[in-house]
Every structure is written in structure tokens, then in C-alpha cells.
């Protein structure tokens, strides 16, 4: 309330409260914001807006809609019935509210398609690099790459992301055919022996070569946003892509992690990727959504993320979250490695789960398989 600019006494009043649902609306007119206030209040419901809206001494404001499931829905029957456009913000809080309750998503692909949810969906890390933070070096070999994927999958991994570039803080960039030289055999030996496989990659080429070796999904951490012809080749190819929000490049990111609204940066950066794909050809059944845990944030940020990552449903889209052995939950561990996070990074996991991921990104795979199967099973009660 205080980040769009609510007077500080009824931040103070609203802020006590308790409901069940609480939703944010941006860019709102003084005249919508007004109608939605008096249309909140009359169900028995809250909505708090900018000071200065009721004298229009602001030209657009944001608004944080409190109610329970029934005054929210109330809400939406008032708001459609009303001028201006709030018709459209009533369309838009009936899909918000929808898609938080999903439990399934499809995940369309012109080679492979299938579901996630209700059971989590693994996603096992293959980093056929030197300098990854974690195991860095371990699987650069072709043979070692190849039997770690098979152990993986053997572990209960439901696909294998292959990335030949660290994207670690600091790291430094790869061209695209050493990247390509360390990816595609690797891929095209894991496809051959049944693997669902992902790229772990920015790069058009480098994408391009994967999904012709057999990989079935992208997964860009600029949310193709480092080379513009990624979205080209993705959607040329019908494969689903993983759109993940990070701030700058690995070499920078961590140089700055303050952000006045965290996670409402994270959202409508998500939102405008899915937007961008869609202008691009991409069906909106082929995005995954990644809050980029460990990119661009610092280690209160990552926790926020954790804790609000349902809030990102709303999209409408899988949310992936990838926490496992990150630098921040050192502070949670005894050890100084990162192969001494363990304990830590199931825990995250579990937490991820509960608040709304259905697909981890995890270098332990049958510990990762375990923790997610209880997180699942409370989630469903």
C-alpha cells in the first residue's frame, strides 16, 4: 500500500486486517480507482488507493483490492456493470482469481507436450561447464555428462536442463559454438536414450543447434531477451520456453539488488515476456514462468520470493523455482561449500511447493524427488 502511494493512516487502519485474498490493481484513472472503492466498501470488502485520487491530484494510481472469495466475486459482478474500464479490470480479476486455484497446466510442444501438476515436476541440472557455482568442471566431460543425466533420470528426474555457459555471478560469457561443442552431443545422446531434455541457454544458435539434436524446451534466463532471434527459433520451433526474470547480465547482476517493489518488478516482467512471446508467434501454452531465485536479488529478496511465489500464478502459467544449493542459503547452513547446502535446499524446495511452484530446478534429484512428494501431498489437502 505504501509503494503506490496510500495515505499512511489508512495504511495503518488496512493494514491490521486480515483477508483472504488481497489483489493488485495498476494504472487505474481516479475516476476507476473511486468506483472501485465505493463498489469494494459496499460488498464488505477493502480497496486501498493512492492519496490524492479522490481530489484526481494523481493522473493514475494502483489499488490493493482486500476481500474474502465471495466479496471478491461480488466485486467482479459490480465492476462489469460499470463505465470506463473497469469491465475490463472485472475480466481481468476473474482470470487472476482462476488461475491461482489451478492445479494443472498444459505445456504445449510441436515435438513433445505434457502436464504439470498435480505432482511437482523435477528438473534435473546438467552443467557441462568448467566454472559453475556448484559442480563446475565434474560433468565437462562427454561420457560423465552423459552417465550423470542417465543417474538423474534413474533418480526419478522427469527432464535433464543441459547448460554449457555459467551464469553464476561474475561469470564470464561463451561463444556460441564452444557452447553449442559442449551442449549438442550431450543432448542428442540423453534425447536418444529417452530423455526429455531443456537448453539452458540465451542464445539463438546455441538453441537452435539443442533443439535440432533432439532437446524439447528452452530455458532463456533473459527471458529472450539477450538475442532477439531466440524468440524466432522458438517459435519456428513449437518448443516451450522458460521465461525467467533476472536483472542485467551473470557478470552484473549482483552489483545491484535493491528494488523499491520486488516483486512487483518480478511480475510485470513476467507479464510483458509472456506478452512479447505471444506477439512473437509463441503459444501461451508453451511459457513456463521462472522468478530467477539467486539472479539480481539479494538474500532477503530471494526469501520474499519464496514466501509470495503464489502470487505469480495468477499469470496463469507453471511457475519454476530454482533455489537448490544457492549462495543465500548459506547463512541456513553449517557448511561453507556449496555441497553443504543440502538440508537448506530441500527445505526451500518444500517451501516452494507449498507457496505455488509445480517444477523444480534441483542438482539432487531423488532427495529433491522425496521432499517435494510430502510438500505435495499437504499442498493437495
Keep these: 500500500m505504501e509503494r503506490i502511494g496510500v495515505d499512511p493512516a489508512g495504511v495503518r487502519i488496512m493494514a491490521p486486517k486480515h483477508f483472504h485474498y488481497n489483489l493488485k490493481i495498476e494504472g487505474l484513472t481516479p475516476a476507476e480507482a473511486n468506483i472501485l472503492k465505493q463498489d469494494a466498501l459496499s460488498i464488505g470488502g477493502e480497496a486501498a488507493v493512492a492519496w490524492g485520487t479522490v481530489s484526481s491530484a494523481v493522473e493514475r494510481t494502483g489499488a490493493v483490492v482486500s476481500g474474502t472469495l465471495r466479496q471478491i466475486n461480488d466485486l467482479i459482478g459490480k465492476l462489469e456493470c460499470q463505465p470506463f474500464g473497469l469491465p475490463e479490470v472485472a475480466g481481468s480479476l476473474r482470470r487472476a482469481l482462476g488461475n491461482r486455484d489451478l492445479q494443472t497446466w498444459s505445456v504445449r510442444g510441436r515435438k513433445r507436450s505434457f502436464e504439470v501438476g498435480p505432482r511437482t515436476v523435477i528438473m534435473g541440472i546438467l552443467n557441462v561447464t568448467p566454472d559453475s557455482f556448484s559442480d563446475g568442471g565434474r560433468f565437462l566431460d562427454f561420457d560423465a555428462a552423459v552417465r550423470r543425466g542417465l543417474e538423474m533420470l534413474e533418480d526419478g528426474a522427469d527432464w535433464i536442463d543441459v547448460g554449457g555457459e555459467s551464469t553464476r555471478p561474475g561469470a564470464e560469457p561463451v561463444d556460441a559454438a ?79 539488488t535493491s528494488y523499491d517493489d520486488l516483486m512487483g518488478e518480478v511480475y510485470g516482467w513476467l507479464h510483458s515476456r509472456i506478452e512479447y512471446a505471444i506477439s ?19 538474500g532477503e529478496g530471494n526469501i520474499e520470493i519464496l514466501k509470495r511465489l503464489r502470487e505469480l500464478k495468477s499469470l496463469g502459467r507453471p511457475v519454476l523455482a530454482g533455489p537448490s544449493r544457492k549462495s543465500f542459503l548459506g547463512k541456513f547452513s553449517t557448511g561453507e561449500g556449496a555441497g553443504e547446502r543440502l538440508p537448506a535446499t530441500l527445505a526451500a524446495l518444500a517451501v516452494s511447493v507449498l507457496n505455488g511452484a509445480s517444477i523444480l530446478r534441483v542438482h539432487d534429484v531423488r532427495e529433491a524427488r522425496e521432499a517435494s512428494a510430502l510438500a505435495d501431498a499437504v499442498a493437495q489437502l
Design 280 to 298: 512473437k508467434g509463441i503459444d501461451p501454452e508453451s511459457t513456463i514462468i521462472d522468478p530467477g531465485i539467486g539472479f539480481g536479488k539479494s
Design 178 to 256: 564452444s557452447e553449442a561443442a559442449r551442449v549438442v552431443p550431450v543432448i542428442e545422446a540423453l534425447s536418444k536414450a529417452g530423455a526429455t531434455v531443456s537448453v539452458d541457454t540465451t542464445k539463438a544458435e546455441v538453441a537452435g543447434a539443442a533443439l535440432e539434436a533432439g532437446a524439447s524446451i528452452v530455458n532463456d534466463i533473459s527471458a529472450m531477451s539477450f538475442d532477439e532471434r531466440m524468440a524466432e527459433v522458438v517459435a519456428e520451433s513449437g518448443a516451450p520456453v522458460v521465461l525467467m526474470h533476472t536483472r542485467g547480465t551473470p557478470g552484473t547482476m549482483q552489483l545491484d
